[in-house]
């Protein structure tokens, strides 16, 4: 989806201001770029990712201006979560280890695109009707037999 | 049909209520809104009920494949001698797809709250939460959640005092498509290349280190809490008959306003499209997946096709994960992606 809503632009606009292309690092050594598959966004395409970090709903402009600032040797402002990290500091998370930087889960409310539904019904004032939490959940007796074992018809859930 | 009619008749706000609350991702707020409650009640219940009672609900996983989640745990073989594991795919990588993301950064606890009460209807007291190591803000929440969690005696020994022992461990993938098929999951959490495996033998029995294992969504899992609480009956009241119960619908393209929007099973693509603020101006439309790009395209003259399990096959297609994409006929029309 990002491809399609100007994310492919974006791409090439990036590529040319850096001047390498997939998987490929820029003379200084400072700058990788590669091209994603998909990163699970489509509600905010296009998106880019600096260190893993999301900068949601960026066009070639947004794109190559985020770069600049980068090389100007400021940190832009990622869309969700934590400030920009160093790419280690992001290994480290990613083999499992606490962020130590303080409020990194705190940092950035959800965007637009995912309240759009709840909020939406807010303002309609649409909520499930009949929810009792403290309907019983019914009894059932113990079995004697063990349960039955997989079937074959069992398919994986992707 | 205008939209607040449209909002009335088929939005269904459940797993996505407490998105509202900002800092519901925290245990403090969650536990303010009725968090950890279900988990209470379940305790008050045998493992066989609340098989049970998942059972009853209708509730169909949420991953794409729709198989009843109540008889995928029940296939897990009790008394067995063998170590039970719950592994929750969080690998959220088919396109198209984005309501698992938002949900581990809303509302994580939802998701470890429904991991506890699994574990223990399936014996279990290890699950395993595989997440997409591209999206690290998710994975930091659902750390943090984890973290909380067991701070507050709802993981690790005697949970509750109720003798229940459950540890939880957060994973982050390396990227690779594959291994959101379920059993290629299995071999990447165990640290081999992820393949998938031959089928026999199912993850029911034969699943993480050989042991009998249930893998769910993490959609499928966030939702059992909710059922516990509000029961099955309720639960039914929404969706349809043979898929039961709210869910995400991703709606990204050329729409107004794309985003998660939460309905009953069987809202049609009409109905979709006039939540999120119809289709841009100017755009028409001109095919659309229901659940990801994997799934089977259908065109305008599929506007009013229920999409449910059942619906989305008789048109043709599948369900798959309803991450919705509307397309608009252009330039390239169909376009290769590029591979590398």
Redesign the interface.
């Known amino acids: 989806?990002c491809?399609?809503?100007g994310g492919?632009k974006a791409y090439e606009a990036v590529s040319e201001h850096l001047g390498v292309g997939?998987?490929e690092t820029t003379e200084d050594g400072k700058f990788t770029l590669e091209?994603?598959?998909?990163?699970?966004?489509?509600?905010?395409?296009p998106v880019m990712?600096i260190n893993?970090?999301?900068y949601d709903q960026v066009d070639a402009d947004a794109a190559v201006d985020i770069v600049r600032r980068l090389q100007s040797g400021t940190s832009p402002l990622?869309s969700?979560?934590?400030r920009l990290c160093t790419f280690k500091q992001?290994e480290m998370?990613?083999?499992?280890f606490?962020?130590d930087r303080p409020s990194?889960?705190?940092e950035?409310?959800?965007g637009?695109?995912?309240?759009?539904?709840?909020?939406?019904?807010?303002s309609?004032g649409?909520?499930?009707?009949?929810?009792?939490?403290n309907?019983?959940?019914?009894?059932?007796r113990?079995?004697d037999p063990?349960?039955?074992?997989?079937?074959?018809n069992?398919?994986?859930?992707? | 049909m205008s939209a607040i009619s449209v909002a009335q008749d088929v939005l269904t706000p459940v797993l996505t209520k407490r998105w509202l609350t900002s800092d519901a991702w925290t245990i403090d707020t969650y536990e303010l809104l009725d968090g950890y409650r279900g988990l209470r009640k379940a305790f008050t219940a045998t493992p066989d009920e609340l098989i049970q009672l998942v059972k009853d609900s209708g509730l169909r996983g949420r991953g794409g494949a729709g198989f009843p989640t109540g008889l995928k745990w029940s296939f897990i073989p009790q008394g067995d001698g063998k170590p039970h594991y719950l592994v929750v795919n969080a690998d959220e990588g088919e396109p198209g797809t984005c309501k698992d993301v938002p949900l581990m950064m809303a509302d994580p606890h939802s998701l470890i709250e429904g991991i506890i009460i699994t574990c223990y209807a399936i014996r279990s007291n290890f699950a395993a939460i595989y997440i997409r190591g591209e999206v690290v803000h998710a994975i930091r929440r659902v750390q943090n959640a984890v973290r909380e969690a067991y701070a507050k005696g709802y993981l690790g020994k005697n949970i509750l005092g109720k003798g229940f022992d459950l540890d939880v461990v957060v994973h982050a993938g390396a990227g690779a498509y594959i291994c959101g098929e379920e059993t290629a999951l299995l071999d990447s959490l165990e640290g081999y290349r992820g393949q998938p495996r031959l089928k026999p033998p199912f993850p029911a029995t034969n699943g993480l280190y050989s042991s009998p294992t249930v893998v769910n969504n993490v959609e499928t899992i966030a939702s059992v809490p909710f059922i516990v609480l509000g029961g099955a009956d309720w639960w039914k009241s929404m969706g349809t008959e043979k898929s039961p119960g709210p869910k995400i619908y991703s709606i990204s393209g050329r729409v107004n306003r794309p985003g998660q929007y939460e309905c009953g099973l069987g809202t049609t693509l009409r109905q979709l499209i006039e939540l999120a603020g119809g289709m841009k101006e100017g755009h028409q439309l001109k095919f659309w997946t229901p659940g990801g790009s994997s799934t089977p395209m259908l065109t305008a003259e599929h506007l009013d096709v229920p999409l449910d399990f059942e619906g989305a096959a008789a048109a043709g297609s599948m369900l798959g994960t309803t991450a919705v994409m509307l397309q608009r006929p252009g330039r390239p029309g169909l376009r290769g992606l590029p591979v590398h």
Not at chain 1, 146 to 152: E, G, L, N, R, V
């Open positions: 989806m491809g399609v809503l492919d997939h998987d091209h994603a598959e998909c990163l699970a966004a489509c509600d905010y395409a990712t893993y970090e999301f990622p969700r979560g934590a992001i998370q990613l083999a499992g606490q962020d990194t889960t705190g950035g409310p959800a637009t695109p995912t309240l759009a539904g709840v909020r939406l019904a807010d309609v649409v909520s499930v009707p009949g929810y009792d939490p309907t019983p959940i019914p009894a059932v113990p079995k063990p349960p039955a074992p997989a079937k074959k069992e398919k994986g859930a992707k």
